[in-house]
């Protein structure tokens, strides 16, 4: 984090996401009446078995001092499975892990952040930066409400937002004020803000760090960023200087995405469910399009086509076909895709998706469709009319062997 001499950091605003307590909160989009309720996530609680541990657990079982990472029989003992005990004072609700289900609404949620800003790095399922590139500080709080809002209506889960100058403290301030909440610390207020922090909240503060820290007589940012930086060093080496960095909000990194993406989707939800089979599959083709126009802006082929189709109250399922070679063909894709949907044709349908996976993007050979083997294949045009690779560069590539 040390910063070169007359070099100064780029100004950010930065955004940091966190969903609360994303696999309990997916829980209740299946289940509504666990609103409220203590819910543990994990495995190893039936009956038969001896091991597991705690994924996660609401606020509610927080409050029976369950906690994530726990031994699952260590969470049995503070707050007993419901319909176990003879009273459900005292219980809670216990689900296994579905990371199906979990990667789905996580995907609702980054087409939500993707919509929001140009640029996104993705931590986890269910974590994220966002940088606010041409948002004012007097508009970030603005902005930080309308995200949480189109969070809440496109993924049915909240999140919590932190927006300040740099990551370490957007992510700090995403942890301040959680369920639920929107902090935003402005350039001037990141010292004050940091002042009080506790030194285990910290990016790298591990219990051992943060017993050794306590010894020395720190048990907040605010000590730490008072103090001089020699003397973090001392004890931790390097990593002092940027614990030391960290704590008075100096932070240099920027947002960068990771990598490219292993995947791309477009999804939308109908006003009420429907069972109409011309709405359904207007709005497959309409996503279709979306899709496999990103996908040739970000100059990506794809080998596998799939669709989610979400039917009330949230029961996602998901249909795939894969290739035998990668592909930027609108038209095949939204024929693949249409042909997935026939399944749920008469059946009422709230949300649709479509996913493009297996993606290559230094790919540009392209080989004949007669090489493309799927057991079920119902294409309406002849094999031979349709190639893989880029369609739009195809008749370049024939030009320039020639010049």
Known sequence: MSRLPGVEPPEQVVCHVDIDCFYAACERLREPQLEDEPIVVGMGYESGETHGAVATASYEAREYGVESAMPISEALDRLPRRGEANDAEGTGFYRPVDMEFYESVSDDVREVLHSAAETVRIVSIDEAYLDLDGISWTDAGTFGRSLKRDIETAAGVRASVGIAPDMTTAKLASEADKPDGLVVVDPDEVRSFLASIAVESLHGVGPVTA????????????????????????????????LHAQARGEDERTVEPRGRPKSLSSESAFVESTTDRTRKREKIETLAMDVTERAAAKDALYKTIGIKVVQPPFDVHTRSRSLSGPIDDPELTETIARELLAE?????VRKLG????NLSFD???????????????????????????????????ELSRFE
């Not at 306590?214 to 020699?230: F, L, Q």
């Not at 007669?370 to 739009?392: C, H, I, L, M, N």
């Open 211 to 242: 017993e050794a820290l306590h010894d020395m007589g720190y048990d907040t940012a605010g000590e730490i960023a008072a103090a001089d930086a020699s003397v973090f060093v001392e004890a931790f080496g390097e990593r002092g200087r940027d």
């Open 344 to 348: 749920f044709e008469d059946e009422p």
């Open 354 to 357: 479509v996913r493009l996976s």
């Open 363 to 397: 790919e540009r050979e392209q080989a004949t469709i007669a090489e493309w083997e799927r057991d079920d294949a119902r294409v309406t045009e002849p094999f031979e009319q349709r190639q893989y690779g880029r369609k739009s560069e195809r008749r370049q590539t």
